[in-house]
């Protein structure tokens, strides 16, 4: 067995059992120890676990999702890559829908270079950056208000999705994998996200490698509902793989 398949095994048991020991791995596999430790060592770098002595956790809670004011910081230049290799789907005179992530974020400011917009997002940090350009029309999803998001979410977001639709979807997630698709902490963000997806004619979600392979509590569509998937190159290549198998287009951004 491959390092790589080995370590996307590991992966997919520590999502089953909830933590994995070195001693059990060892064993699991048929490989010493030390290579273990070594395998355990490279995912925490890619950020897919987390190190405990004698083992490795989930990196977070199916739950869990930092404050925004943490999370725009998170990765940041694997956010700017793949903004920048996103971007580059859009053109002049198109209409495009951003959802409240720290990555869509970064996508708006590379969006500000394209002329005559048409740019619907339910994200207040985008709606308000947006605005600044006189030849773009900025359509806020009117909702609940999400403090710890800088989102609008609910019956209304949901309401005003039914009469829109645009030639590109951004969307990000708290969990991107093959297997179990697209995940977000809760049914609210996810009921969003479902909406958003269905009335694009181009799906893309992006995520920095961090995201690969984690899977958050409340479902939101199955891997193949995206067209295209832009993360960074730090991505596992096998994880790639799984989504291209699924007719998932895969765009890598080389972070500069």
């Known amino acids: 067995m491959f390092a790589e398949e080995r370590r996307q095994q590991i ?41 405990t002595h004698g083992g490795a956790l989930p990196v977070e809670s199916t ?47 590379q969006l500000k270079q394209r002329r005559g917009l048409k740019v619907v997002t339910n994200s207040l940090a985008i709606a308000l950056e947006m605005m600044e350009r006189k030849d773009m029309e900025v359509v806020l999803l009117g909702g609940s208000v999400h403090p710890a998001r800088r989102a609008t979410l609910g019956e209304l977001v949901l309401h005003a999705l039914d009469v829109i639709y ?63 998937l832009v993360v960074d190159d730090g991505a596992p290549a096998e994880m790639l793989k799984a989504f291209e198998e699924q007719g998932v287009r895969v765009l890598t951004a080389p972070i500069i």
């Open 11 to 51: 992966l997919q048991h520590l999502r089953v059992a909830g933590k994995v020991t070195v001693d059990e791995l060892s064993a699991r596999f048929g490989v010493s120890a030390p290579t273990i430790r070594a395998d355990l060592s490279f995912l925490e770098k890619q950020g897919l676990l987390r190190r």
């Open 166 to 228: 645009v030639d590109h979807a951004f969307l990000s997630f708290n969990g991107v994998d093959a297997r179990a698709g697209y995940t977000s902490v809760d049914f609210e963000a996810a009921a969003v996200k479902r909406k958003m997806m269905q009335h694009a004619r181009q799906v893309v979600v992006v995520a920095d490698h961090a995201k690969l392979g984690q899977v958050a509590f409340a479902r939101v569509a199955p891997a193949h509902s995206a067209h295209v």
């Open 63 to 109: 739950l869990y999702e930092p404050p925004y004011s943490v999370r725009e910081m998170k990765n940041l230049p694997e956010k700017r890559a793949i903004a920048r290799v996103a971007a580059t789907l859009v053109q002049d005179e198109e209409t495009v829908l951003l959802d409240a992530g720290t990555t869509t974020f970064e996508i708006a400011l």
